[in-house]
């Protein structure tokens, strides 16, 4: 009777199995250290990527103040190009004008020099030759100040047609400046916006990743049978370093053997092991 009573417990023990073994707790500190730096690190690429959305807010204010300086603008060129028809028109005319004068003065020119200017002597010329002579002194006397009229003239509208081409190249000049210069405004705001926008998204990305990974740790924290705690509120200043992080991490637990002082080179940490 005694070795059956023996034998009842064994057996119930060889039925129940080996008991489960306990995951060590041990662990826990540091999970939810790491558990806390990633939730800090998504909280403050959070903070980045809203940071670089209120400067995409105020670039596209500046985009649409360009805008409407462009509109604006539209009428200053459009009166520019109008000045810049009407000064080619206006150059185009005073070339017709000059040609023609050129023309006239040059038929003119070219009749007076059939007529001979210093006529031989009477004794060796015929009567009708001499009064050629005698006309062509007096037409030649009487078109004088109209021959110096019409070279004033020419003169004065040669020098309004350089001036007038020298005002259409500035002219063009310009306007093609305050187009260049409007496009180039335009485009480095819309490339500025367009590398800010690509940041916002890299930075909601890592925070995605960071907030995945602390969501990985709660569930092994929960499965060493902790509580995750929760982790302190990040500062609203935007992370200056790398993957959101505002300060360095020591390389070891533990205060530094070694400060800053007269013969320390820096801060030392040692590693037990």
Known sequence: ??????????????LAGPAPARQPSGDLPALQA????????????RADAAAATVEIAALD?????????????????????????????HEGALTRDLAREQAASGRLLSALQMLSRRPPPPLLVPADKAVDTVRAAILIRA??????????VLAARQTELARLRRDAILSSERLLTAESDQGDRRAALEALRQRKADLAEVLRLDAE???????????????????????????????????????????????PRTAFGARSAGLRWAASG
């Open 61 to 89: 204010r500046r985009l649409q103040t360009m805008v409407d300086d462009v509109a604006a603008g539209d009428q200053v060129l459009a009166s520019q190009r109008a000045r810049l028809a009407a000064l080619n028109a």
């Open 143 to 152: 078109l004088t100040p109209d021959l110096r009229r019409r070279a004033s």
């Open 209 to 255: 990743t960071a907030e995945r990974a602390a969501a990985a740790l709660d569930d092994r924290i929960r499965a060493l049978g902790g509580r995750p705690l929760d982790a302190p509120e990040a500062p609203q200043l935007t992370a200056a370093n790398p993957a959101g992080r505002s300060r360095l991490t020591a390389p070891v637990e533990g205060a």
């Open 1 to 14: 009777m005694q070795r059956a009573a023996l034998l009842i417990p064994l057996a119930l023990v060889a």
């Open 34 to 45: 790491q558990r806390r730096d990633e939730l800090a690190r998504a909280r403050r690429l």
